[in-house]
């Protein structure tokens, strides 16, 4: 039972002389023992402020002032530190990379035992239930770095289940993950919940997923709890949900499939063009190659969504066509410039590029700065510089941030810097590295809206996506990776026959498919009878 | 570097208690610092290389310590008797610039130091697995918090430095253009326009980083936080899945170690 009465936050300014950041008002709403709960809304709603409040990180470690009451199971989180909250609450973020700190699996998962007292040859037993559970067996001496995205969450929820609590919090869990990494997390969930009685509560963007699974829904705007019902609501509501910037899923996501191309027949204005591109990393990686004899030709004022899963080659491929990597083998040839002959420097004249990360792209001082850096590199005069970032500032309504840093925005603001930064540059090219992952839909809308319109108007933009929705909308190309190759390119079939394809069933959210190993189940009674004679 | 600088293996060294390898790294960086002679520094460089490749590290992970030295080791090398002015064996003078067999020397000296202190570190970092090495600092009576923030910090050295080379990637993706002889408005630019250009490109790189790792390592304190680091049950104290013990051999690597090191001060003494 998880009791929050009039709970509200201010987060501690950033910088001296600022204002505190109110992110939650008057939040007052119960939790069934054993439910699954989503909270939804739009990005900067306050979703990941509510999970720290659940899991005690507010008021305990983060700075700002708390007031109202959260009550987990009986235990006031303010009185209480997060360690000793720990044994009712597991807590899994949205960065796998900041949360996973040892240096192999087996150690993520035997440090909350060791904190325990647990003993050593319990640990390695409880390491192996846990690990065969997420479905990771096997990959216990595995470094946490260099695991997928879903594998990587997989650990941390692992990690965060060993010491059993009751309650299980995720925030965002799923945002950086493919559509299959996303039902990996959700089997998990829903395996674990078939051994044991579990709470768990998920803040997530994608809707669909939280139709499927939850039992009571928050719906949060602006630091507040507009609406606490079932998933019902999310058909009831829609209206509301979707004027502020949730998407409700309108029916199952689509097909992407390419109409089938002549390959003997080259497009007569391939402004990228790769030939027998094979690209293998050196230190680090594995032995099989990043791209392995990829050859296309993209036309000029094509819209081209890059899919494929987590891993697959699209990031590698995507930073082949500036210069960033150069291939092994094979010739880059971008707006008729063969990329190996031109430095980076040269190449930003050309291409644009907006990484995935808004953090790794980030170093200015200020707003005004860092989409000034960018024209100002190309050697345009002030004057020009001055019309373009106050244009890009109007387009995403930046103006009041002009001279803050943009490292201390918001994520959604963040991620509108990072794209005007580049957009000021008007380069021919425009390449997107998931630009819109852990935007809510209105933003994600305005910025594909954006990189449309500079589309019709002749710029040719490659974007990688795992949202099959958006790739459908706006590209007009698709071209699929998978393990460095291509499986297929060319137009998008959006003809009503591709849809019927058996491919569709597999993108929606379903029940895992095998039962739970009977073996859990076993060890979950040896356990509580243990328990039992202790006392 | 994937795993930051412990290199995953099964070698010797690997299977050697942490306590003992600790001991080999502080004697080797303790007599390189004192002994400055340069057939025994080249002697214990030989010596790290030798143990490192027996215990199967990669070439190319050995290789990498020499990339990130080279610079110094460089900048050390042809400074040197720039700045010592010591010798009476002249060889070439030209103003106050004096190159004599015993600054050379030293240079050669200074040059072999660094690479042979790096590695003495090496030999730990790279054979102790992160567990380990905490287990090795708690077993000799470092606190646990301390030798696990020691441990999560080499841990997340690589990551800082890949994101120092995603947002260094950044710039050059915005037009930045440092290896150019003109920029952007086709000015020429000579060496030293370069230098401090490519100096003042790295400010604002190294801002960005630290706003990131202030960022993760509050993340990381969270997570941390969030599995029980600070419980404290009564009378419950805090268990490791790994326990270690002293094998016979790593008694037996402990006293070739020891009795090396008495002889090689035994040796500095006399002489």
């Known amino acids: 039972m998880i009791t929050v009465r009039d709970l509200g936050w201010k987060y501690a300014p950033l910088t001296d002389g600022g204002k505190p950041v109110e992110s939650l008002k008057r939040v007052s709403f119960d939790i069934r023992s054993g439910s699954f709960v989503g909270i939804i809304g739009p990005t900067g709603a306050g979703k990941s402020t509510l999970c720290m409040a659940l899991a005690g990180i507010i008021p305990n470690l983060a700075d700002g002032t708390m007031s109202g009451v959260v009550e987990v199971n009986g235990m006031n989180t303010s009185r209480h530190s997060v360690s000793a909250l720990s044994e009712r609450v597991g807590y899994v973020q949205q960065d796998p990379e900041a949360q996973l700190f040892c240096s192999s ?36 001496k595995r470094v946490p770095t260099s695991l997928s995205g879903g594998q990587m969450q997989r650990v941390a929820i692992a990690a965060a289940l060993a010491a059993e609590p009751d309650v299980l919090i995720l925030d965002e869990p799923t945002a950086a993950l493919d559509p299959e990494g996303k039902q990996e997390v959700f089997d998990v969930l829903d395996r674990i919940r078939q051994t044991r009685s579990m709470t768990v509560i998920m803040a997530e963007q994608d809707t669909e997923h939280i139709d499927y699974w939850a039992d ?231 910025f594909l809206g954006t990189v449309g319109k500079l589309n019709r108007h002749g710029v040719t933009v490659i974007m990688i996506s795992h949202d099959m929705r958006a790739v459908y909308r706006y590209c007009t190309h698709v071209l699929e990776l998978e393990d460095g190759h291509i499986v297929q390119y060319g137009p998008i079939d959006k003809s009503q026959e591709a849809q019927q394809s058996p491919a569709r069933q597999a993108r929606q959210p379903h029940k895992s498919r095998g039962p739970v190993s009977a073996t859990h189940v076993l060890l979950k009674i040896a356990k509580d009878e243990c328990d039992k004679e202790e006392r | 570097m994937d795993a930051g600088l ?150 997340y050295i690589p990551v800082f430095f890949s994101i120092f080379q995603s947002v260094s990637e950044a710039q050059r993706a915005r037009g930045l253009d440092l290896s150019g002889k003109v920029n952007a408005a086709g000015k020429k630019r000579n060496i030293f326009v370069r230098l401090v250009d490519r100096f003042k490109s790295y400010l604002p790189i190294i801002i960005a980083v630290l706003i990131r790792a202030y960022k993760m390592s509050q993340s990381v304190d969270w997570a941390m936080e969030s599995r029980g680091l600070n419980l404290n049950r009564k009378g419950v104290k805090r268990t490791y899945r790994v326990n270690l013990t002293m094998r016979i051999v790593d008694w037996i690597i402990l006293v070739i170690a020891i009795a090396a090191a008495g002889s090689v001060w035994v040796m500095t003494w006399l002489s």
């Open chain 1, 216 to 446: 009571q829904v928050l719906f949060m705007v602006n630091g507040e709890v507009v609406r606490n019902g079932d998933a019902s609501l999310l058909t009831r509501e829609r209206r509301l949900l979707e004027s502020s910037g949730v998407r409700v899923s309108g029916g199952p996501s689509p097909v992407i499939k390419a109409l089938p191309v002549r390959n003997d027949v080259k497009p007569k204005h391939a402004i990228i063009s790769l030939d027998h591109v094979t690209h293998r990393y050196g230190q680090g990686g594995n032995a099989s190659p990043a791209l392995d004899d990829v050859s296309l030709d993209i036309e000029q004022g094509a819209f081209v969504g890059l899919i494929g899963r987590n891993g697959s080659g699209k990031t590698t491929l995507a930073k082949h066509l500036n210069g960033l990597i150069q291939p092994t083998q094979g010739i880059v040839n971008v707006d008729w410039l063969d990329v190996s002959k031109h430095s980076v420097g040269e190449m930003a004249a050309h291409v644009g590029l907006v990484f995935q990360n808004p953090d790794h792209q980030i170093f200015c001082s200020s707003t005004k700065e860092e989409i000034a850096f960018g024209p100002t590199a190309l050697g345009l005069d002030a004057a020009t510089v001055f019309k373009r970032v106050d244009e890009m500032m109007t387009l995403f309504d930046l103006h009041r941030y002009e001279d803050v840093s943009p490292a201390t925005l918001g994520y959604g603001e963040r991620r509108a810097v990072a794209l005007s930064s580049v957009i000021a540059m008007r380069t021919p090219i425009l390449v997107l590295d998931e630009p819109t992952a852990g935007l809510d839909h209105r933003l994600a809308s305005r």
């Open chain 1, 105 to 140: 699996v087996e150690d993520e998962i035997a440090f909350p035992l060791e904190n325990r007292g647990v003993a050593p040859n319990i640990i390695d037993k409880q390491i192996d239930i846990m690990l065969d559970l997420v479905g990771m067996a096997g990959y216990r």
């Open chain 2, 6 to 155: 412990y290199v995953p293996g099964d070698g010797w060294l690997h299977r050697t208690d942490p306590r003992v390898k600790f001991l080999i790294s502080i004697v080797m960086l303790a007599l390189c610092l004192v002994w400055r002679n340069w057939a025994f520094i080249l002697g214990i460089l030989i010596l790290e290389h030798v143990m490192l490749a027996t215990d199967r590290v990669p070439a190319e992970r050995i290789g990498w310590v020499w990339k990130i030295l080279a610079v110094l080791i460089v900048f050390i090398v042809v400074l040197w008797p720039v700045f010592d002015q010591s010798g009476t064996h002249v060889l070439w003078q030209w103003g106050w610039l004096r190159l004599t067999q015993e600054n050379l020397l030293m240079a050669a000296v200074m040059g072999l130091r660094i690479p042979a202190l790096g590695f003495a570190c090496f030999i730990t970092l790279f054979t102790t697995s992160q567990t380990k090495l905490v287990r090795g600092l708690t077993s000799l009576g470092v606190p646990y918090k301390a030798g696990l923030t020691l441990a999560t910090a080499l841990r």
